[in-house]
C-alpha cells in the first residue's frame, strides 16, 4: 500500500499562485510514477499532470501547459505541483495519485493505483 497526503490547497485571487504537495509512505515511492487531477463540482475527476519515477520527464494537460509545474523529490518521497497565473476555473479538489509500479506515468483515473483525500484549491475572480 502506498498511503498519499495532500496539503497547500487554499484561497487565492486570479493570477496568484499555489504549490501543493503530496507525501508518500508505505513503499518504495520512487517505483511509482506521481501524477496529480482535479475534480470540480458537478464534473468528473479530470488529469491535471504527471511525472516519471526518476523525475526527467512530464506531462501536462493542454489547459494548465505552461502554468503548472510538477515536480517530485525522491529523497523527501513527495510531490509537488506549483500553480502559477491561477484562474477562477481551476477551482477544483486537487488529488495526488501514484500509479502502477514501474510504469511510466498516470495520465488517466484508470491507470491511478493509489489516491490521496484531495486538497480544495478555490481561485476568486
Known amino acids: 500500500q502506498v498511503q498519499l497526503v495532500e496539503s497547500g490547497g487554499g484561497l487565492v485571487q486570479a493570477g496568484g499562485s499555489l504549490r501543493l504537495s503530496c507525501a508518500a509512505s508505505?513503499?518504495?515511492?520512487?517505483?511509482?510514477?506521481m501524477g496529480w487531477f482535479r475534480q470540480a463540482p458537478g464534473k468528473e475527476r479530470e488529469f491535471v499532470a504527471t511525472?516519471?519515477?526518476?523525475?526527467?520527464?512530464?506531462d501536462y494537460a493542454d489547459v494548465v501547459k505552461g502554468r503548472f509545474t510538477i515536480s517530485r523529490d525522491n529523497a523527501k518521497n513527495t510531490v509537488y505541483l506549483q500553480m502559477n497565473s491561477l484562474k477562477p476555473e481551476d477551482t477544483a479538489v486537487y488529488y495526488c495519485?501514484?500509479?502502477?509500479?514501474?510504469?511510466?506515468?498516470?495520465?488517466?483515473?484508470?491507470?491511478?493505483?493509489?489516491w490521496g483525500q484531495g486538497t480544495q484549491v478555490t481561485v476568486s475572480s
Open positions: 495519485a501514484a500509479g502502477r509500479a514501474y510504469s511510466n506515468f498516470v495520465l488517466t483515473t484508470r491507470s491511478a493505483e493509489y
Open positions: 511525472i516519471n519515477r526518476s523525475g526527467g520527464n512530464t
Open positions: 508505505g513503499r518504495t515511492f520512487s517505483n511509482y510514477p
